[in-house]
Each structure stands twice: as structure tokens, then as C-alpha cells.
């Protein structure tokens, strides 16, 4: 705890310590529009980022067909499609990525730290609720580099990702889901989902899947960011991680 606090300002924000600063995210980073048609270098694509976690799972070595944006190691790559899958990683190396990855650069401290405030909850609902497009909703740069992020001195960075990281390394070695059996269909429904643990434990959820982009979830009167665990239609055709969505929203039930 701090001895001064203050009002951000800013709503998802709220108080902040008193020497730290609440700023617009165009101030401190720069958007990067670089592309990039390079062969044999790393790529990310959206399957590759596990939601919430700000994790990259194993690269494939698939090509893309299409042009991509190159990033540099220490990047931070935020999606603006469907942001409320909430998908966000600074890279150690060098590479390309699709084209729904925004590249942002040169910010002022520590990346890492950025891409945990990019992984806020509050902030990626502000963040979606400015979306269009109905079948593929998307964030706009405009919008989003005018979201304010608090910004505390380097030193205090570091100890926030430091202490992150070793929480996040923590809940890692609880979590092991082993296997994931389900029949989603792309019509809409209801559908079992049994996840089972290495150790041999298994739960089994509900997933609906609804014709509308965002439902309210009555049936199971959930209040945990119930827009983040369900599939509309489209999110079922499209989806390429579909394992990896549903594991993320098990750990996130508990």
C-alpha cells in the first residue's frame, strides 16, 4: 500500500498510487505498420496466442497467404479482432504475425508490463465495446491509443511483472488439463464440454452456442465475464484454437 493515492480519471482505472500517471497509450508506444512477405521467420498467427494469458503457444510452419506485419523482439501485439478474446504477447524474438496484430513499439518501460495492462479485463471490455462490424468485430487504432493506462516508474514495473510472473508461474503448475471432449456443433445449441486432469478429475460445462455476437448467459447465471465463454456461429466456422479457447475459459472458472 501506498501512503497518497489519487483519482486516475480515467473509469476502469480508478485510484492510482499519487506519483504514478494516467496516459493516453498513443503517448507512450508508437503503432507500427511495417509488412512483411519474409519467408522461414517465426509467424504469429491468432491460434498461436492462448486468451487471457498473454502466453504464444508452439509457431506452426505453415505460410501465410496473405501480406503480414513484422514485429521486433519486445513488441507488444494486441488483437483488434475480437478483442474480447483477449489475446496479447510481447514476442523474445523477431518475426512476422497476422495483420489483426496490432504492433506497438517503443514503449516508455517495461513491455512486459504493457501487455499485462493490455490483458486487464476492464480495459479489454472499454476496448470492445467500440467495435464494428458485426460478423468480424473489430477495435480501431483511434480508439484504442486513446485509452489511458496507468504508468508507474520503471523500478515499480519491473517488481509488477516480476510479481506477475511468478503468480502466473504458480497457477501453471496447479492447472493440467489433459483432455478436452466435446461435439460443438455450428448450429446453435446447447453442448457439453468434459474437461478431464492429468490426475484423472474431470467437470463437465455447458457451452451455448447462440446466433448473436453477445448473449447474457441466464441459464447458468454466471457473473464472471460471461461474454468471453460463449461461441456464436461464426466463432464455431472460424475458429482454429478451439481447444485452446476452451481450456482457457476452464481455468478461468476454477
Request: aromatic share 10%.
Amino acid at each position: 500500500r501506498y501512503s497518497e493515492y489519487k483519482d486516475s480519471g480515467v473509469k476502469w482505472i480508478g485510484e492510482i498510487p499519487g506519483h504514478w500517471n494516467a496516459v493516453s497509450l498513443k503517448r507512450v508506444v508508437k503503432l507500427i505498420n511495417e509488412k512483411s512477405n519474409e519467408q522461414n521467420i517465426p509467424y504469429i498467427a491468432l491460434e498461436n496466442i492462448e486468451s487471457f494469458t498473454g502466453k504464444i503457444l508452439p509457431l506452426n510452419e505453415i505460410e501465410p497467404d496473405s501480406i503480414c506485419n513484422k514485429f521486433k523482439k519486445d513488441d507488444v501485439l494486441f488483437c483488434k479482432l475480437r478483442p474480447y478474446l483477449t489475446k496479447c504477447v510481447s514476442p523474445s524474438f523477431d518475426g512476422k504475425c497476422t495483420s489483426e496484430l496490432l504492433v506497438l513499439r517503443n514503449f516508455n518501460g517495461v513491455a512486459n508490463y504493457l501487455k499485462y495492462i493490455l490483458l486487464s479485463p476492464k480495459l479489454v471490455m472499454d476496448i470492445n465495446a467500440s467495435t464494428y462490424g458485426a460478423k468480424m468485430p473489430r477495435a480501431n487504432w483511434n480508439y484504442i491509443g486513446l485509452c489511458h493506462v496507468p504508468l508507474p516508474p520503471l523500478p515499480e514495473q519491473e517488481a509488477i511483472v516480476t510479481y506477475l510472473d511468478t503468480k502466473v508461474a504458480k497457477i501453471d503448475e496447479y492447472i493440467s488439463i489433459a483432455k478436452i471432449e466435446y461435439d460443438l456443433q455450428e448450429e446453435p445449441g446447447d453442448y457439453p464440454v468434459t474437461f478431464s486432469t492429468a490426475n484423472g478429475t474431470s467437470i463437465e460445462r455447458t457451452i451455448y452456442v447462440k446466433n448473436q455476437p453477445f448473449v447474457k448467459n441466464e441459464k447458468a447465471n454466471e457473473a464472471i465475464m460471461a461474454f468471453n465463454f460463449f461461441k456464436t456461429v461464426d466463432d464455431i466456422q472460424e475458429s482454429q484454437a478451439l481447444d485452446t479457447d476452451l481450456k482457457t475459459w476452464a481455468n478461468a472458472q476454477g
